[in-house]
């Protein structure tokens, strides 16, 4: 049984276009992040959520908006999207008091491609 | 600017070699987490550090932190073929509530 899971795993648009990732998890967990990994490996936080609640929100433009129906749900949406947007998508999730505390359980990823 | 910076960014080696990737925040990380990116995949945990001064081993794997609690070290003995992948650590930068990522070491192991 997959812990988090992600769909798709993988896509490949064009340029301007709006398009959505999503995210589950089956552990229970309070919160849910996104992060972007750059072709360089490097892992940023965009964003958190703790029971639908936002609670972190980085640098991002806001071309990119997280959504969140439930705990067990963070969703992606990406408007009017573009090439520096290529990466890969982790989403994660986290239990507070967990143990360890915080431990992130990452999902498969979507590698997202802008043509 | 990136908080938590790891060295080497990269690192080859041959199977059976040790191997070394070190940990620097700019602050003082409440404790450290180390995660094991193999090629393809998504980070998996691997151990969290708490206390100052703390060594744990998993295997092959000795994890270090900081007697100032700003820097840690994960050594691997005798690396294998299947210890290939991106190390990060992580932690809290000055007692904030983001889990913020190492810029990682890449690591090879060639036969």
């Known amino acids: 049984d997959t812990a988090v899971s992600q769909t798709p795993k993988y896509l490949v648009t064009q340029m301007g276009n709006d398009k959505s990732i999503k995210c589950e998890q089956n552990?229970?967990?309070?919160?849910m992040y996104w992060y972007k990994q750059d072709s360089k490996k490097f892992l940023k936080i965009m964003f958190s959520?703790?029971?639908?609640?936002?609670?972190i929100n980085e640098t991002v433009p806001n071309r990119f908006s997280p959504k969140s129906p439930d705990k067990a749900h963070l969703n992606l949406h990406i408007n009017s999207l573009e090439l520096g947007d290529s990466a890969v998508y982790f989403c994660?999730?986290?239990?507070?008091?967990?143990?360890?505390?915080?431990?992130?359980?990452f999902g498969p990823g979507t590698r997202l491609l802008v043509l | 600017g990136q908080q938590v910076m790891q060295i080497p960014q990269y690192q080859h080696v041959q199977e059976g070699e040790d191997f070394t990737t070190y940990c620097n925040s700019s602050?003082?990380?409440?404790?450290i987490q180390w995660y094991k990116q193999r090629p393809g995949g998504h980070p998996v945990f691997l151990i969290q550090?708490?206390?100052?001064?703390e060594v744990k081993k998993q295997k092959r794997l000795t994890f270090q932190f900081g007697e100032a609690k700003k820097n840690s070290s994960l050594h691997i003995t005798a690396t294998q073929t299947t210890d290939v992948g991106t190390y990060f650590c992580?932690?809290?930068?000055?007692?904030?509530?983001?889990?913020?990522f190492g810029t990682g070491t890449q690591l090879k192991v060639e036969l």
């Open positions: 602050t003082t990380l409440s404790n």
């Open positions: 552990l229970g967990h309070d919160t």
């Open positions: 550090l708490v206390k100052s001064g």
């Open positions: 959520y703790n029971n639908k609640e936002l609670i």
């Open positions: 994660a999730s986290s239990q507070a008091g967990g143990l360890p505390p915080e431990t992130q359980y």
């Open positions: 992580a932690g809290y930068p000055g007692g904030g509530n983001k889990l913020t």
